[in-house]
Structures are given as structure tokens and as C-alpha cells.
């Protein structure tokens, strides 16, 4: 493969075709059903998949064989499902039969999605969510970044093999349309389409980060969460506070005296044995590796306030406290108004809105039934206590990767960005992986993606970094190349 050819072709792709689709994509708020439980009424979901079907059928023309539906079972959430037969790479016999057609043959699967989180507060004078802004060869907007580049990076890796002319597998993509609510839908999906899947032995999954933008980094694990509401109630309705304080017990206490049951208020440190695993070896060593990397940008790359520290002792200790060891976060909270409406009443109840990251090998079930059972069990004041979460997600830690694909990513990330593929666990969850783990175990993954520092999926002030979803397709088009010629092998 000549790489500086497929850096030409990257760079003609995006400036001329993917990022003018990926402004008009940020203008379109269709945010996942969680945070849109209107979604279908507001057609927003249809527009984005009109959208994205247009542009993915015109490129798929140049793709013989290959075919694109947007498949959807009742009330879910619609999947866009592309379907490219294996190359030979050799032109007058373009599609293959060496590589597999059917569910036999080796299959790849790439995956990403193009459901939206929600706007967040907090956005930069001249930057908002629905708004986008190219500046600094950034693409700022909600969704760009996570996840819209995936299919188009997808499609992009497989047209620079095909100009070529270089050898591939058969491949399928995935485009889900619920990850930012967990993905509910996907399952089924996948159980649908299991026979037009066949057997997957490469996952290449588009939605994850990179600890900088100087290099291709592999994502070695995800963690699993526990997402529940918790809810206090004392009153049937407020009181005085004159009347009641004194009396009636606080919502806002025994919701904190609750949370203490589960994690040590002075350090973070979760209390419940079924939420820790034995960190394998493997990963400790890649920590200390990637601390190497990164030095203090593991922390300098997050917006603290004023002079607030980071935790833990040193930096591979933070990333694997971020990685490996579950922690807590309160997300929302409700039964409470705003600050300037806030009279001196004591409040009826107290709802936070609980999300509790898990270890990637800690199992969900029995982890979320614990955490359920610890804040309910023998509530203050008998306060009516209720932990509403109605299910885990596993996480994900990545199978032993196969030589031929740790020397193809070496090769990639060299020829793209002039260093060696970094590995790293991420913090975050792709309910996805943990499912096809656990359906094709034999599988390679190539789980990577463009956010790094302050490219700040879910926040304020997302961004894509251009440059980087360029080297990352060109980096995917390799590693197809190099699958391909290793099965030839
Ligand atoms: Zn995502």
C-alpha cells in the first residue's frame, strides 16, 4: 500500500466532502431516545440518516457489490446496515470469492453511531452545540466527533483501498442510532441481521479516544456502569422550613448518609466488594507505559476550577483509578428549584441521578444488585428509599492481540503520525464491545477513535480533530490491507 497515496486521498476526502457533511450533520439536534423520548415525532433521527444514506449510497457506487439498508425493527430506533463484498484487489475480478461473500468467509465489522448527547451548559462565547464552527483545523459541535466521522471514516478507509486497487475482506458497518442511551436497541439488531453479519474475526469500533493527537491509540478496555436514580422522600409535600426543620429529617441528609454506605466521602474509594476486580498485569504495565506518554497532560487536560488537585498519588495511578476501579459521579438531581427560587422550605424528597462506572471485568449484574441492596437496606428515619436502576452494563477488556495486528497498527500509526501505536484503557463504556465479545470470542478489535484532550464528547466545546480522523482512516485502510494479505497468506 502506498501510504503517502492514501494520505492524498484522506486529505481530498474529508476537505472536500466529509467535513462539509459532518457542519451540516452538527446542525441537526437529534439526540438519542434517553434525552429525546420524542425523537420519532421530531424527525430529527430520519434527517440525520437521510443524510448520512445519501452520501454513504453516491461513494458506495465505486464499491461493486456492495449494498446499503436502513433496517428497522417496531419501535426501535433506526440502524443503517452497508454491506461491501471482499476485494481481490485486482481490477478486472473486483469481487472476491478468495475472501468470503457469505457468513463463512472472514468477516469485519466497523461500527459506530450517530445519536447525539444532549446540548450541556457551558459552551464558549461563539461555540454551541447545534452550531458548527471550523476553527483551528477543529470541527467544534455536538456530535462530530462522537460518533459522526465513524461511517465516514468507514467508508473512506474502504475507498482508498479501492483506488489502489489493494485486497480486502468482506466488510460490514454498523451504524446504530441509540449509543448515548446504551444502545437498548442494538441487540436485537444484531440478532436480526446475525445470518447477513456471519462470522466476525476484525471489529473495528470508531466511537472511542486517543490519550493525544500524536499518535494512534488502541483502546485496550472499557468499563461497565450501574446508572440508577436514588430517591429519598420524608414529606407528602414541602413545609416551612420554620415549621419542619427540627422535626421532619432532611431528604438531602439521608440521601448523603446513603451514598456513604457505598463510597468513603473523603476519598472516592468505592465500599462494595462485588465492584472491584484483580487488575490483570498486562494492564498495570500499559498504564505505567501510557503515564510515560502522557505525563501530567492525564490531568492537565481536564478543566479544573481555580487551584482544584487532581486524585491519587501519580499519574499511572490516576489512569488506572480512571480505567480499572469503579467511582461514582451524581449526574442530576431533582426536587429541587433553581437557586433563585429557593425559599426556605423543607423539600419533599431528594432524586439523584446515580453513575456508577464499573471495572471492565466486574460483572454488572451482581454489581448493580449490590449497590441496590446497600442504599435500600434499613433506611434512616424508615424514609421511604428507592435505588431505580433498572440494569448493568458490562464492560469490555480486549482479547491478547494477534502479532500480525499489533505489527500492522505499529506500521499504521508510524506511517500516519511518525511514532508507535500507544495502548489505553478508556474510562467510558461502549455497551456494544462487551456484547460482540461475548458473541464472537475469537475476535480481534481495533477499538479507537478521536477524542482526546479537550475534545470533550458530552460536554461543552466538542470537537473533531481533523487531522486526526484523517490518520485514522488511513490507519483503518492498512490494517484492512494487512488483514487481508494475512489471510492470503
Ligand atoms: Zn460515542
Known amino acids: 500500500m502506498d501510504f503517502p497515496k492514501v494520505t492524498g486521498f484522506m486529505n481530498g476526502i474529508w476537505d472536500g466532502e466529509i467535513i462539509p457533511a459532518l457542519t451540516d450533520y452538527i446542525r441537526i439536534p437529534n439526540k ?104 483551528d483545523g477543529k470541527l467544534y459541535g455536538r456530535g462530530g466527533a462522537d460518533d459522526g466521522y465513524a461511517m465516514f471514516a468507514a467508508i473512506s478507509a474502504l475507498l482508498a483501498l479501492k483506488q489502489q486497487n489493494i485486497a480486502h475482506a468482506r466488510t460490514v458497518i454498523v451504524i446504530e442510532a441509540c449509543e448515548e442511551s446504551g444502545s437498548p436497541d442494538l441487540p436485537f439488531y444484531i440478532d436480526h441481521l446475525s445470518d447477513r453479519i456471519g462470522t466476525v474475526d476484525l471489529v473495528v469500533c470508531l466511537d472511542s479516544g486517543c490519550g493525544n493527537y500524536d499518535q494512534l491509540w488502541l483502546t485496550t478496555s472499557l468499563r461497565g456502569m450501574v446508572i440508577g436514580n436514588l430517591t429519598v422522600r420524608v414529606l407528602t409535600e414541602g413545609v416551612h422550613s420554620g415549621a419542619a426543620s427540627g422535626i421532619v429529617p432532611s431528604s438531602f441528609r439521608i440521601a448523603r448518609n446513603l451514598l456513604n454506605r457505598i463510597e468513603d466521602e473523603t476519598t472516592g474509594q468505592m465500599k462494595l466488594p462485588d465492584l472491584f476486580v484483580p487488575i490483570p498485569g498486562d494492564r498495570v504495565a500499559q498504564a505505567k507505559a501510557t503515564a510515560e506518554i502522557l505525563g501530567d497532560t492525564v490531568f492537565s487536560e481536564l478543566p479544573f476550577a481555580d487551584g482544584t488537585k487532581p486524585m491519587a498519588a501519580d499519574n499511572a495511578a490516576r489512569i488506572l483509578e480512571k480505567t480499572w476501579m469503579p467511582q461514582l459521579a451524581i449526574t442530576a438531581v431533582a426536587g429541587y428549584p433553581v437557586p433563585e427560587n429557593g425559599g426556605n422550605v423543607l423539600l419533599p ?120 480522523a484523517k490518520k485514522i482512516a488511513a490507519c483503518i485502510a492498512q490494517v484492512l490491507a494487512d488483514h487481508a494479505s494475512r489471510q492470503a497468506a
Open 32 to 135: 438519542s431516545p434517553a434525552f429525546d423520548p420524542d425523537w420519532e415525532k421530531h424527525g430529527y433521527m430520519e434527517q440525520v440518516v437521510e443524510m448520512f444514506t445519501a452520501w454513504a449510497k453516491a461513494k458506495l457506487e465505486q464499491l461493486p457489490g456492495s449494498s446499503l439498508e436502513v433496517v428497522r425493527l417496531p419501535g426501535r430506533t433506526p440502524l443503517i446496515f452497508i454491506e461491501v463484498p471482499g476485494a481481490t484487489g485486482e481490477p478486472e475480478r473486483s469481487v472476491a470469492t478468495a475472501y468470503g461473500q457469505g457468513p463463512s468467509g472472514a468477516t469485519i465489522l466497523m461500527y459506530g453511531h450517530l445519536d447525539k448527547q444532549p446540548e450541556m451548559t457551558g459552551w464558549s462565547e461563539g461555540l454551541g452545540p447545534w452550531e458548527p464552527v471550523l476553527k
Open 349 to 468: 424528597y431528594t432524586t439523584l441521578k446515580l453513575s456508577l462506572r464499573l471495572p471492565p471485568t466486574a460483572r454488572a449484574e451482581p454489581a448493580r444488585a449490590a449497590v441496590k441492596a446497600a442504599l435500600e437496606a434499613d433506611p434512616p428515619y424508615d424514609a421511604a428509599v428507592q435505588f431505580d436502576a433498572p440494569r448493568g452494563e458490562g464492560g469490555w477488556n480486549a482479547p491478547t492481540l494477534a502479532p500480525w495486528l499489533e505489527a500492522s497498527l505499529n506500521k499504521a500509526s508510524n506511517a500516519a503520525f511518525g511514532k508507535p501505536v500507544a495502548f489505553h484503557g478508556e474510562g467510558g463504556s461502549i455497551p456494544f464491545m462487551a456484547m460482540l465479545g461475548e458473541k464472537f470470542p475469537g475476535t480481534q478489535f481495533v477499538v479507537t477513535g478521536v477524542l482526546g484532550p479537550h475534545s470533550n464528547a458530552h460536554g461543552p466545546n466538542e470537537f473533531l480533530h481533523i487531522a486526526t
